[in-house]
């Protein structure tokens, strides 16, 4: 089953959804998302921590 995360989910005011089928790959979807939309060079490592928490089973 995909994994899934919004930007809503970690407090931000953005419609953006990351999936994949690992954390990882998540993860790696939402830093180039933040940092061509958010102008994030990094993310810092307390909301990589919040956006890893949240991530859960896409609803069927
Ligand atoms: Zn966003």
Do not use: W, Y
């Given at each position: 089953?995909?994994?899934?995360?919004?930007?809503?989910?970690?407090?931000?005011?953005c419609d953006f959804v990351a999936r994949g089928n690992s954390e990882d790959e998540i993860m790696q979807t939402l830093s180039e998302h933040a940092r061509t939309d958010h102008q994030m060079s990094e993310?810092?490592?307390e909301l990589a921590a919040r956006a890893?928490?949240?991530?859960?089973d896409e609803a069927a």
């Amino acid at each position: 089953m995909a994994k899934t995360v919004s930007c809503r989910d970690v407090g931000a005011d953005c419609d953006f959804v990351a999936r994949g089928n690992s954390e990882d790959e998540i993860m790696q979807t939402l830093s180039e998302h933040a940092r061509t939309d958010h102008q994030m060079s990094e993310i810092p490592t307390e909301l990589a921590a919040r956006a890893r928490a949240a991530i859960h089973d896409e609803a069927a």
